[in-house]
């Protein structure tokens, strides 16, 4: 019976209502890092560290969204999906995501061509960012997309961010800041495209079930960099072999 | 000067020494979780998380050397690393180092159900050993080949776990740690031969940087695999959404 009751699909609103769970759960806004860095009780070489690995991460993400774009079977989806990577790699004289977290990097004191060079970031970083291409690549297109579900919960943990940051860092400005300016609007508008494709193409229990677990798969790949990040540099700080160490600018 | 000296061939002692000293400094022998595990300064279940995290790793390996098997061009060289595969899943009546893993972990506590089905991993193992999956893959295969040479630097290590898990933990038996056993003798045979393939088939210096940077990835998987371990279960201790608890047994 509970079994039975189990395999049932989803209503869209028990859907919806399970897929925000898992942020409420899982999202890294509840992370020990996190709280550190939006509370002001990070040092500058830690926070350095942050923007230096989640440089990584950002790098990846218009890879990843183009490996998506190449899956998409109609051009009307792949010019939805498309408005993605000119957020990030930007458009004629507009900077992409990717160039101002490039000026957040340098705004918080680190080399750029340490940044872009990828070269010191943690292995934990690099490991859980491919792991995010590698699935867009190998699962299902539902599930690619559904990985990109925990933007709907990134509008909070950024304003957050950057008011705790300005208020605590006087390393830090608003200018350095202006990766996020412009990320809420896009991140509901992208987000709220990835849910209703959700919603409507789980058709069955299980696909409903794929998408949980995509967004599962998605929050660990988050969480698990600043437990790498947290690992490192927090005290007492375990920095692993080859990675960046305070101090260093261009390796 | 400087920058043709860099360039030239390695001879082959140089180049084997080259290779020695990455483990002196990046093999996980060095790493503070293998420090507590083998001074007796982990809790049971602090060692029953190393046994279920590891057997993840356990269980890729055969894959891992399958990807290879099916790149590599002769039968002379297959069967050569055919015996890999048959050392982790077994033969006949003699058991491979797979069951062997689960039955550490059944000895140390664990069930059997939770260790086989993967679920409670911690995410930076998963997506550590994954990596190193998709290497092997996707990258040349005398990189392939160069990310086993870790192999090289296991005798010592194993030997030292052996003799400290024996002696501090009261929970740990010869019988339990059985895996161990014959691991010495074909991680040397293994690695000899990846050693001599490498030296053979490494012609320019741009292959020779390419098998160290392949053994420097190598180490990071091992590395990262305990530092996600450490961060999540030695004190203070921050076990991430969804990873294994101390006390859950079947999930």
């Known amino acids: 019976m509970t079994e039975l ?26 992370h020990p890092f996190h709280r550190l860095l939006h509370a002001g009780r990070l040092e500058k070489p830690q926070v350095q560290a942050w923007a230096l690995n989640r440089y990584y991460y950002q790098s990846q993400i218009p890879i990843k969204d183009a490996h998506i774009l190449a899956r998409l079977p109609t051009g009307a989806l792949r010019r939805e999906w498309r408005r993605r990577i000119i957020d990030h790699d930007g458009e004629g004289e507009t900077r992409g995501g990717i160039d101002k977290w490039i000026a957040l990097a340098e705004g918080v004191g680190l080399d750029r061509d340490l940044v872009v ?17 590698h699935f867009v690549r190998e699962r299902s297109l539902l599930e690619a997309i559904a990985s990109s579900l925990t933007e709907l919960f990134s509008p909070d943990i950024i304003g957050e961010r950057v008011r705790g940051m300005l208020e605590h860092y006087p390393f830090v400005t608003r200018e350095t800041l202006a990766y996020f300016d412009k990320r809420p609007g896009q991140a509901k508008a992208d987000s709220d495209f990835a849910l209703a494709y959700c919603v409507e193409h789980a058709r069955r229990r299980e696909d409903q079930e794929a998408v949980l677990d995509a967004l599962r ?35």
């Open 117 to 133: 060079s990828g070269e010191g970031i943690l292995p934990g970083t690099r490991f859980a960012v491919d792991a995010y291409v």
């Open 217 to 251: 798969f998605k929050c660990a790949v988050l969480w698990s960099q600043l437990d790498a990040l947290h690992y490192a540099y927090v005290e007492p700080g375990h920095v692993p072999p080859g990675a960046w160490r305070p101090g260093e600018a261009v390796r």
């Open 5 to 30: 009751n189990e395999r049932a699909l989803m209503s869209p609103d028990d859907f919806v209502a399970a897929v925000r769970a898992i942020g409420a759960e899982r999202y890294h806004h509840l």
